[in-house]
Nanobody
């Protein structure tokens, strides 16, 4: 059984900062890519940022230069530092990880989601 537990969401004014964290636990052999997605009301879930096990990152154009993704491979955690937040960043943010559970199988897992609200 594998779980992803997120923390760090909340409300902030435009221009502010928030840090999201996600920890993977359970029967983990190894962790491949980890990332953050978001879903705003009435919109599809979209990729925000992703980081491979070797540290290669990619970001949605809308967050480049404002958000930074990082991970701690020893602790199976991933974080998203969000700065210069805008109202359009308001969404439920989901942690995602591709986790190798046995020598042969890897699956995508999702966190429960954490609300980020940017409003004055």
């Amino acid at each position: 059984q594998v779980q992803l537990v997120e923390s760090g969401g909340g409300s902030v004014q435009p221009g502010g900062s928030l840090r999201l964290s996600c920890a993977a636990s359970g029967s983990i052999f190894s962790v491949n890519a980890m990332g953050w997605y978001r879903q705003a009301p009435g919109k599809q879930r979209e990729l925000v940022a992703r980081i491979t096990s070797s540290g290669t990152t990619n970001y949605a154009d809308s967050v480049k230069g404002r958000f930074t993704i990082s991970r701690d491979n020893a602790k199976n955690t991933v974080s998203l530092q969000m700065s210069s937040l805008k109202p359009e960043d308001t969404a439920v943010y989901y942690c995602n990880a591709n986790i190798v559970v046995t020598i042969l199988y890897a699956y995508d897992y999702w966190g429960q989601g954490t609300q980020v609200t940017v409003s004055s």
